[in-house]
């Protein structure tokens, strides 16, 4: 089985943003986002293709606790998740971030 690997802007960018717009408001939402953000994580480390291919690629993984999904794709030699994002942001928005970041994480 491939390796999960997880993109520095998920766990430095994407995830610290969403608990502190949170946080302020509701901890129990931040905890809950936080705590099914750990379960997606779990479940793709045992079953990655449990959720299907979309037509640009990705897979996608959508938040119950918040307006968020998660976004990741199978590589050649792991499970890549590249970013985690508000399910209202225009999807040339995010299909573009996750270019560069998956640009940017194969040139490193």
Same mark, same amino acid.
């Given at each position: 089985?491939k390796?999960l690997?997880?993109?520095d802007d998920?766990?430095?960018? #994407?995830?610290?943003? !969403?608990v502190?717009?949170?946080?302020?408001?509701?901890?129990?939402?931040?905890?809950? $986002?936080?705590?099914?953000? #750990?379960? *997606? $994580?779990?479940q793709?480390?045992?079953t990655?293709? $449990? *959720?299907?291919?979309r037509p640009?690629?990705?897979?996608?993984c959508v *938040?119950? %606790?918040? %307006?968020? %999904?998660?976004y990741?794709r199978?590589?050649g %030699?792991?499970?890549?998740?590249?970013?985690? *994002?508000h399910a209202?942001?225009?999807p #040339?928005?995010i299909?573009?971030r996750?270019? !560069?970041r998956e640009?940017? #994480?194969?040139k490193?």
């Amino acid at each position: 089985m491939k390796p999960l690997r997880i993109l520095d802007d998920v766990a430095e960018r #994407d995830l610290p943003g !969403i608990v502190s717009y949170h946080l302020p408001q509701s901890r129990a939402k931040a905890e809950a $986002i936080v705590a099914e953000y #750990d379960r *997606f $994580i779990e479940q793709l480390r045992r079953t990655p293709a $449990i *959720f299907r291919e979309r037509p640009h690629g990705w897979r996608v993984c959508v *938040f119950r %606790s918040g %307006s968020y %999904s998660l976004y990741f794709r199978e590589l050649g %030699s792991c499970w890549l998740v590249a970013g985690v *994002f508000h399910a209202r942001r225009d999807p #040339d928005w995010i299909q573009a971030r996750l270019l !560069i970041r998956e640009v940017r #994480d194969r040139k490193d």
